[in-house]
């Protein structure tokens, strides 16, 4: 394992698991770190070194590292082998010991999930959208159809922008009141007719509502480290061109 790569645990998870943050990477410039994200303008050959320290710190071969082409969806979907192509999603959940579940993130939730009786894991990529629309129910559905059940199973939310950061026009308070008449509460007042949208608190908030045994939020955010972590958010406001993607990842 590399020994400069930052690895985020939590105790509810009881498999292996991290959060990683940029740390320990091969990238440079405004990639410097752990950038494993193949979408990005960053040197293949760079992401892909990254990506195989990451399987080596999780105790796998570089090709069981699974991912989807991400696009903000609500679709989860099973993986029993390794993937030759990224399908369309933004979950991934298996019964099946030694792939590893990945999801990129740079602000948005990475959720890790766990049902330690049935031995089903999940990884869901969840942004506002995937949120309103259903992202972390439909991995619970899907880990069900594998045998999971709900009420056995954890979810641990990862490092993601925080409310303080997150600020959104009042037409976005309005998409979240016509789908729940209860999320205004996840907004506060910023300056203005700005909005603050607590993004880790609604997903909690979904996940408690959809009836998981139990859901947790590691308290980082992704704004206010640079340090430490990537941000979509950050990087728009001081004007680089792109930015590194974090991975989380799970296994059996």
Known sequence: MHALLEIITSDA?????GFF???????????TGLNCG???SDQAEIVAINR????????????????VHQVHSAKAIPVSGQLTHRPEADAIVTATPGLLLSVLTAD??????????????GAAHA???????????????????????RHDTVAVIGP?????AYEVGPEFLDRFRDEDPDSPRFFANGTGDRMLFDLPGYGLYRLRT???????????????????????????????????????????
């Open 13 to 17: 998870i009881t498999c292996r698991h």
């Open 21 to 31: 943050t940029r740390k320990g990477g091969a990238s440079s410039g405004i990639f």
């Open 38 to 40: 193949t979408g990005s």
């Open 52 to 67: 195989a320290r990451v399987a080596e710190a999780m105790g796998v071969a570089p090709e069981a590292l699974v991912t």
């Open 108 to 121: 948005c939730q990475p959720v890790l999930f766990h049902d330690p009786k049935a031995r089903v894991i």
């Open 127 to 149: 942004g506002w959208r995937g949120a309103v629309d259903g992202v972390l129910e439909a991995t619970l559905d899907a880990m069900e159809a594998l045998g999971a059940r």
């Open 160 to 164: 993601t922008i925080s409310q303080a």
């Open 210 to 252: 959809a009836g998981i045994g139990h859901a947790e939020w590691t308290g980082h955010c992704t704004y206010r480290d640079a340090a430490r972590f990537y941000s979509f958010r950050r990087t728009t406001h001081v004007g680089e061109v792109d930015y590194g993607r974090l991975i989380s990842t799970i296994r059996l």
